[in-house]
Every structure is written in structure tokens, then in C-alpha cells.
């Protein structure tokens, strides 16, 4: 059986990639970061010019119908070229929302979303049904915030605090910084670049106050990603859909294009008809951006040890250079067609085991381009690190693998 995109698809693709390729994005990302969001916001009225959020969105709403095939194939680009923004939260939103006219402001550009996730909704709710207001029942807030379980959200506030490797940080008010990655703690995990082998990080850390509340307790509810850029904030909890009427501080994420921010204000909104589908299409596009993210950090790092040399020869020659790079090209590859094949059915243990595949593919070939880039790949100065904050960001977005990896083994549909 062949699995290819057909041409048109290829051909949105392509067209992506080459408006990517114009934009610099790497410049938009770091002005982005600083929270100067004007040439952000231009590339985002482009791609939604492209027709990209008009994918996951009814034709009541200006949409051409929820297409995951070409989302999937959209979001590998933005991946590939480091897009900044609340992409998969917007995409999200259009499915939870009940009211065309909100959601057609998302597909024309004009407004973008964030969407903190703690859980998803029972499937006996029924969608237009509004959620529960009772205690707990909304949205993690800056006081009185329900603690959420770890792996339910992405990246966490970069506090200066390490957490165990592999535990995502949002939701709890600490960051794991990831093995090997600019800033990282040296007692990570032991075998990791920069890591300190003779003290491996065993015990868990004490988080800290909210820094921008002193002698608070530190935030333990969902983080939603650049809330200070969205127009509108939306909690996703096991209690329901919950609009909120602003934000918090901003918040530094270990990937510095990821600003983060606690939500205030919670009022409960009905669920729209394509809700069921929001949690599955999020998690698929959040692997496709690591996909794409995943093939930037090979080319770039393929490119750096062709020219790269060591005893007269490119390092690139060197046999344990090759197994590093064909490694990750094999992880790489054996994802995309568990992401498009997820694209076709959006069946949730599917989609979860795509996002498990991609996301540990991603930050496989993060972790072999770092070390293959040697001491440069640690500076902020250098390109490189805008992917490979990223990849470890997403690895947690949306579901960890280890939520996925219990998704899959769970599913009532096995084949094995």
C-alpha cells in the first residue's frame, strides 16, 4: 500500500515552505520572545491568508472543513521553520467553540487563541450543555488553582528550578530544562551533555513562590501559551470549556518563543459540535510541528558536519558521526507515516501513538544535533537552539509520552 500525499496537497506544502523561507523566521521568533508581536502578527494574518486555520474550521465559519491530512501536512512546516504563536491552541479552539462568528475571527487571522488544557470533558456532557461552576470546577487561576497531574499540560515556566528528567513542568510551577540544553541544570540526567554523572537528579524539588506575587504560593493550575498575544483565552478541564476574561504575567518557558501565562477569570461556555474532536486534533498537529521541527535539526546539523572539519576531513565521514545522523533520520522517518496515518482516522489511541513517535523522534535528533554541534549548540546566539528548545517543549505539549504511551495501551481497539 502506498501513503503518499497527493499532489495538491504537496503543492499547499511546498507553498508553505516557501513563504516560510522568506520570512526569517528565526528573527521573528526572537522578537517574539521579547514579546514585540508586529512581525509575528504580519506572518500570522499570512498564514492565515494561506488558508492554514481555515482547515479546522466549518464552512458556517469561513472554514473548508476539518481537513487533518492537510493540517498535519501544514504544521510540519511550521514546525520546520520555527513558527512562533498559539498555533495548536487556535486550531483547537475552532473545534471547541460553539459560536461561528468567534471562530471565523480565528480562521480569518484577526483573532488568535490560547487554550489551557487540565483534561478533557466526560463524553456523557453533551456538547451545548455548559460546565460545572462549582469549587474546582474551573480553570486553574492565580489563586485557588486546582493542582493539575504532571503530563497534562507542555513546558513549564523556566524558574531556574530542575524537576526529574522527562517530567514536563506546566502545571506545577517548575521547569525541567531538558537534558543538554541552553541553561540547563549540570545535575540532569547522568550521560547527557553538561550533566554532572556523579550526582544524577534523584530527589524532586521544592517549587517556588510565584515570583511576580511575592510570599505567594507558587502557581499549580494550567499554563496557556502567549496569552499576552491572544485575543482569546479559553480552559479546557475535566469540569467543561471555560472562556476567560484575561491573564497573568508572563512567564519564561524553556523554549523562550513559548511565553507562558496563568488565566484569570474563568465563565463557563458550551461546548461546540466538533469538541469531541478538539484534544486528538491538538495532540496531531502538536506531532506534526515536532516532526517538522525534528527534520530542521537534521538538516542543519547534516549541513554543520559537511563543513566541519577534524584531522583534514569533514566530520561528517567519521563512522560514529553517520550511526548519530542515521539514527535520527530512521526515527524520523518511521513518525511520518504514523502522523499522516493518525491524520486519516484522528482516532485517539492513533493519534497518541503518533505524538508518542514524533515528540521522542524529535528530541532524539535534538539531543544527537547538539552534540554533534559541539559548544556552539549551547549558545542563545546560535539558530540551532530555537529548535531544539522546541523540540523538548513539545514533547510534553498536549500529552507526555508517557500519557500517550498509556492512551495507546488503554485503547479498547488494539490489534495486537
Same mark, same amino acid.
Request: hydrophobic share 40%; proline share 9%; net charge neutral.
Given at each position: 500500500?502506498?501513503f503518499?500525499?497527493?499532489?495538491?496537497q504537496?503543492?499547499?506544502?511546498?507553498?508553505?515552505?516557501?513563504?516560510?523561507?522568506?520570512?526569517?523566521?528565526?528573527a521573528?521568533?526572537?522578537?517574539?520572545?521579547?514579546?514585540e508581536?508586529?512581525v509575528?502578527?504580519? @506572518?500570522?494574518a499570512?498564514?492565515?491568508?494561506?488558508?492554514?486555520?481555515?482547515?479546522a474550521?466549518?464552512?458556517?465559519?469561513g472554514?473548508?472543513?476539518?481537513?487533518?491530512?492537510?493540517?498535519a501536512?501544514a504544521?510540519v512546516?511550521?514546525?520546520?521553520?520555527?513558527?512562533?504563536g498559539?498555533?495548536?491552541e487556535?486550531?483547537?479552539?475552532? @473545534?471547541?467553540?460553539?459560536?461561528?462568528?468567534?471562530?471565523?475571527?480565528?480562521?480569518?487571522?484577526e483573532?488568535?487563541?490560547?487554550v489551557?488544557?487540565?483534561?478533557?470533558p466526560?463524553?456523557?456532557?453533551?456538547?451545548?450543555?455548559?460546565?460545572g461552576?462549582?469549587?474546582?470546577?474551573?480553570?486553574?487561576t492565580?489563586?485557588?488553582?486546582?493542582r493539575?497531574?504532571?503530563?497534562?499540560? *507542555?513546558d513549564?515556566?523556566?524558574? *531556574?528550578?530542575g524537576?526529574?528528567?522527562?517530567?514536563p513542568g506546566?502545571?506545577?510551577?517548575?521547569?525541567?530544562t531538558?537534558?543538554?540544553?541552553?541553561g540547563?541544570?549540570?545535575?540532569?540526567?547522568?550521560g547527557?551533555?553538561g550533566?554532572n554523572?556523579?550526582?544524577?537528579n534523584t530527589?524532586?524539588?521544592?517549587?517556588?513562590?510565584?515570583?511576580?506575587t511575592?510570599?505567594?504560593?507558587?502557581?499549580?493550575g494550567?499554563?496557556?501559551l502567549?496569552g499576552?498575544?491572544?485575543?482569546l483565552w479559553?480552559?479546557?478541564t475535566?469540569?467543561?470549556l471555560f472562556?476567560c476574561?484575561?491573564?497573568?504575567?508572563?512567564?519564561?518557558s524553556?523554549?523562550?518563543?513559548?511565553?507562558?501565562?496563568?488565566?484569570?477569570?474563568?465563565?463557563?461556555?458550551?461546548?461546540?459540535?466538533?469538541?469531541?474532536?478538539a484534544?486528538?486534533?491538538a495532540?496531531?498537529?502538536?506531532?506534526?510541528?515536532a516532526?517538522g521541527?525534528?527534520?530542521?535539526?537534521?538538516?542543519?546539523?547534516?549541513?554543520?558536519?559537511?563543513?566541519r572539519?577534524?584531522?583534514?576531513?569533514?566530520?561528517?565521514s567519521?563512522?560514529?558521526v553517520?550511526?548519530?545522523?542515521?539514527?535520527?533520520e530512521?526515527?524520523?522517518?518511521?513518525a511520518?507515516p504514523?502522523? @499522516?496515518?493518525?491524520?486519516?482516522?484522528?482516532?485517539?489511541?492513533?493519534?497518541?501513538?503518533a505524538?508518542?513517535?514524533?515528540?521522542?523522534?524529535?528530541?532524539?535528533?535534538?539531543?544527537?544535533?547538539?552534540?554533534l554541534?559541539?559548544?556552539?549548540?549551547?549558545?542563545?546566539?546560535?539558530?540551532?537552539?530555537?529548535?531544539l528548545?522546541?523540540?523538548?517543549?513539545?514533547?510534553?505539549?498536549?500529552?507526555?509520552?508517557e500519557?500517550?504511551?498509556?492512551?495507546?495501551? *488503554?485503547?479498547?481497539?488494539?490489534?495486537?
Amino acid at each position: 500500500m502506498r501513503f503518499l500525499p497527493d499532489r495538491e496537497q504537496r503543492a499547499f506544502a511546498a507553498s508553505l515552505d516557501a513563504m516560510l523561507s522568506r520570512a526569517d523566521t528565526p528573527a521573528v521568533v526572537r522578537e517574539w520572545s521579547r514579546g514585540e508581536h508586529a512581525v509575528g502578527r504580519a @506572518l500570522w494574518a499570512r498564514l492565515a491568508g494561506a488558508g492554514v486555520f481555515s482547515l479546522a474550521a466549518g464552512e458556517e465559519a469561513g472554514g473548508v472543513g476539518v481537513r487533518p491530512v492537510e493540517l498535519a501536512l501544514a504544521f510540519v512546516e511550521l514546525g520546520r521553520h520555527a513558527v512562533p504563536g498559539p498555533l495548536v491552541e487556535t486550531v483547537t479552539a475552532a @473545534l471547541l467553540l460553539p459560536d461561528a462568528k468567534l471562530t471565523e475571527r480565528l480562521v480569518t487571522g484577526e483573532t488568535m487563541a490560547t487554550v489551557a488544557h487540565t483534561g478533557t470533558p466526560p463524553a456523557d456532557t453533551g456538547a451545548g450543555t455548559g460546565p460545572g461552576t462549582g469549587a474546582g470546577a474551573g480553570p486553574g487561576t492565580r489563586t485557588g488553582a486546582p493542582r493539575t497531574e504532571p503530563g497534562t499540560s *507542555g513546558d513549564g515556566p523556566c524558574t *531556574g528550578v530542575g524537576t526529574r528528567p522527562g517530567t514536563p513542568g506546566d502545571g506545577t510551577g517548575t521547569a525541567d530544562t531538558g537534558p543538554g540544553t541552553p541553561g540547563a541544570n549540570p545535575d540532569t540526567e547522568p550521560g547527557t551533555p553538561g550533566a554532572n554523572p556523579g550526582t544524577p537528579n534523584t530527589e524532586p524539588r521544592t517549587p517556588r513562590a510565584n515570583p511576580d506575587t511575592p510570599g505567594t504560593e507558587p502557581h499549580t493550575g494550567p499554563y496557556a501559551l502567549d496569552g499576552d498575544a491572544a485575543g482569546l483565552w479559553l480552559a479546557l478541564t475535566p469540569a467543561g470549556l471555560f472562556r476567560c476574561s484575561g491573564h497573568g504575567p508572563v512567564r519564561r518557558s524553556l523554549d523562550l518563543a513559548r511565553r507562558l501565562t496563568a488565566l484569570e477569570g474563568p465563565e463557563p461556555l458550551p461546548l461546540g459540535p466538533s469538541a469531541a474532536r478538539a484534544v486528538p486534533l491538538a495532540r496531531l498537529v502538536t506531532a506534526a510541528q515536532a516532526l517538522g521541527v525534528g527534520q530542521a535539526l537534521l538538516d542543519r546539523t547534516v549541513e554543520h558536519v559537511r563543513r566541519r572539519t577534524q584531522f583534514g576531513v569533514p566530520v561528517g565521514s567519521f563512522q560514529a558521526v553517520k550511526h548519530r545522523l542515521a539514527d535520527a533520520e530512521v526515527a524520523l522517518a518511521f513518525a511520518r507515516p504514523l502522523v @499522516l496515518g493518525a491524520a486519516l482516522t484522528l482516532a485517539p489511541a492513533e493519534v497518541a501513538a503518533a505524538k508518542a513517535a514524533a515528540c521522542e523522534a524529535a528530541y532524539a535528533t535534538a539531543r544527537t544535533a547538539l552534540q554533534l554541534h559541539g559548544a556552539i549548540g549551547y549558545t542563545a546566539e546560535c539558530d540551532l537552539s530555537l529548535w531544539l528548545t522546541k523540540a523538548r517543549a513539545l514533547r510534553t505539549a498536549w500529552g507526555s509520552p508517557e500519557e500517550c504511551r498509556a492512551a495507546v495501551l *488503554g485503547a479498547g481497539d488494539r490489534r495486537w
